[in-house]
């Protein structure tokens, strides 16, 4: 059977997955033994520390050394309830999001392990269901966004509910039964709450970028015929109903599942990336590839791990006609790599990239805590695919090789998805797209003309064969989505 | 063996076949961690609700049955009910000696016990796979109930002992590891330290006060002792004794079901979960309280006369819940209990043991 691993990888070819390269090193760190390696964290200390904040409760702290094996760690804090959000401001001073609250841990003597658990705010309500997780990005004002997950029908709510509950909000696949399910709340320096936008249904990463853009995933399922990509702005609805029961403007007599689905799309914001189930299943932490070439040629762009598959998705943004759209695709995939994707943080000289994992609870155990390093060997791929008025350029990370410039050497189909109270959902109105022109603009830049470029959330295919770079590297990823919103005018 | 006992000895268990590593003591795959009583295990999770009275919980919404619902054709068939547990509570262990669940909706201690602290296995899952236990995931406690709390807060403060509505948790602080409870209230602010004391199943709370009034201390059902205030400082122990037919392990005490008999029923209220909504003390829950209920009259929804409360009327009331619903209930929210004659027979002794002198 020696054979079997190459007829994987062969298999592998032509889907999603990324072609073999040396350009990023894939290690894996263990944990203490006996330590459940439920990653719900991780960040880095100023005096270059990795912090983990695990699922079961402890938050372990130690210096990255060069042997991924050497990590010696130790306890900074305990008796957490699901943390799944942190943010470090200093050696002695971590946030956390768990289950019922946002906790300020200070470590005040200095002893290497908080002291103090401060409730810095709890506005959300519990209604004792496993899945209402929160994560939590800081605003970079002394305040926070903190994104509160739904409750899953895969468990019940109790008897006694911390907060408010809605029976309105408890119907539903996924539903929003106690406060604040599905919202991104915001909590200024005073701790003082506003509500700031809804409609979400496990928006398990959220994001505040360098230039001031807060962005959330989602999870596919009820009202997310696929994985979103949304640019989060206050006041607006993301489409998962059950949420709308804590809008204060929200009439309480109607049951949102009851809307005509018009009227839902209406009031609803689209995502700027849909990404196909073959991108992504379930967004988590999305983080913005930093300045320089330490971390390969993308800065600037976002990577969206995904908590459902090996894999970590690369996300193209671009502003068209005052809305955020763009293109995805794999950035990391197998390799190695585990399922349960949930975290990331770069370490302080943004080589290596961090990625904690878990998914305990959700679905299969899949956990750990992996990193990838960059080796200085820039990768051969499309840098970014961007809209024209009439097509698509793609513009590579290298000189592109002979012959790249052939019509018959890209593939388009284009689809959408629909919203519904269903489970997910299949790309709908599938066609072919026809290359009806192309042009080698500069030595690392192709045009392509396509037909039927149309706005309104068309998701628009392509995939590639024969191109190849001057010194005579394939491309690393064979498959490329961008979201047409709107039209380049 | 019955299965409460069997937890009550792994408990005992875990602390040999667990041993804790080196001076970090990390949350282990051990689906039952435990403390010690020098260095106590703080633990913030779902809990489990012995059958807490709305009076106790009374900072909480409730929580309701719902129309099992369908994603394509909505409402359908059936029902899902909620469960039992607290959400937001914080759990501290000092080894076999005592556990305590403090809330920090409720600001105050729910309930102590002993002999191991909680079976995490509901909730964490199995080790290896981790299968989580479906609608059932709360923690089980492992060991003997010994306090519950009853009635409202046990704090009084301004003069007199007023309810304290509405506590803000403020977090807490970790000394000698021992965690000190924060809370405001109004204009006072309230920390307490709570620890086992020095005979067996007591309990020690510290207070540090500071409040505009006098403060007071009151506990429903058991016995205290309370230090002196010292400029807002002082400390009360509550002497616990094991708690019969509240999910502990002194509700496995024998009883016969050869004959009904009250013991029984008793048990019967607890295992059948009926304690989720008929109180014993008076306080109003999703159904009426079963306190001074027996031989009363009771307003039936739809009828012009009221029904006495006899055997035949809680008997119908077991078996078909919906045919007499007391007025201000909603329709339809209990179930059929569709149990036998003599287990009918000793909860309805059980409640007559409430009935009003």
Sequence with gaps: MKSFPLLVACLLVGSAAVAQDASYKLETIPFPEGVPPEVGAVGFTPSGKIVVALRRSDVLIATPTEDPKKFEWSLFASGLHNACGMHIVSDKEILISQMPELTRLIDEDGDGSADIYENVASPWGMSGNYHETNHMVPDGKGGYFVAVGTASHNGPVFYNVRGEYSKVGRRGRNFSAASWKGWILHIDAEGNMTPWASGFRMHNGIYLDSKGNLWAGDNQGDWKGTTPFYHVEKGNFYGHVSSLVWDPEWNPEIDPLTLPLEEINEMKTDAAILLPHEMNRSASEPIEIPEGDVFGPYAGQILLPDNNGERIARLMLEKVDGVFQGACTQFYEAEGLHMGNNRVVFSPDNTTLYVGQTSRGWGPVAEGLQRLTYTGEAPFDIHTMSLTKTGFRLTYTGELGEGAEKVENFSFRRFRYEDTSLYGGDPLDVSEIKVTDIRKVDGKTLELDVENLEPGGWVYEMTMKNVASADGRSQRTGLFCYTVNKLKK | ?357
């Design chain 2, 1 to 357: 063996m019955n299965s409460r006992n069997l937890l009550f000895l792994l408990g005992l268990l875990s602390l040999v076949a667990f041993p804790v590593a080196g001076e970090d003591r990390f949350i282990t795959l051990s689906n039952l961690p435990m403390g010690t009583r020098e260095k106590p295990l703080v633990l913030r999770t779902y809990f489990p609700d012995p059958g807490l009275t709305r009076e106790v919980l009374s900072n909480h919404d409730l929580g309701y049955r719902a129309r099992k619902y369908s994603p394509g054709k909505g409402d359908v068939d059936g029902f899902v009910d909620p469960i039992l547990g607290i959400p937001g509570a914080i759990g501290v262990n000092f080894g076999p000696d005592l556990s305590i669940c403090w809330d920090a909706t409720e600001c105050r201690l729910l309930y102590a016990w002993r002999g191991g602290f909680l079976d995490m296995t509901n909730y964490w899952g199995e080790p290896e796979s981790g299968r989580r236990k479906g609608f059932g995931y709360i923690p089980e406690l492992v060991g003997e109930l010994i306090f519950v709390a009853k009635g409202s807060h046990p704090l009084g403060i301004f003069d007199q002992y007023t309810e304290i509505l509405a506590p803000e948790f403020k977090g807490y602080r970790v000394i000698d590891g021992v965690p000190e409870f924060h809370y405001t209230v109004g204009e006072a602010d309230v920390r307490v330290k709570i620890e086992p004391g020095t005979e067996p199943m007591s309990i020690v709370k510290h207070y540090t006060v500071k409040a505009p009034g006098e403060v007071g201390y009151y506990e429903t059902g058991y016995k205290i002792k309370k230090t002196d205030d010292k400029d807002g400082t002082f400390s009360v122990t509550i002497q616990g004794k094991p708690v019969v037919g509240m999910g502990g392990a002194a509700e496995e005490q024998e009883y016969s079901t050869e004959k009904p008999n009250v013991e029984w029923g008793a048990a019967l209220y607890t295992n059948l979960g009926c304690l989720a909504c008929h109180s014993t003390d008076g306080t109003r829950g999703h159904g009426p309280t079963f306190a001074g209920l027996y031989g009363e009259e009771v307003p039936i929804t739809g009828m012009d006369e009221k029904v006495i409360a006899d055997d035949a009327y809680i008997e119908e009331s077991i078996v078909n819940p919906t045919a007499k619903v007391v007025e201000s209930y909603p329709p339809g929210y209990m179930p059929p209990y569709p149990i036998g004659k003599k287990e009918i027979k000793s909860l309805t002794m059980f409640i007559k043991t409430l009935a009003n002198e």
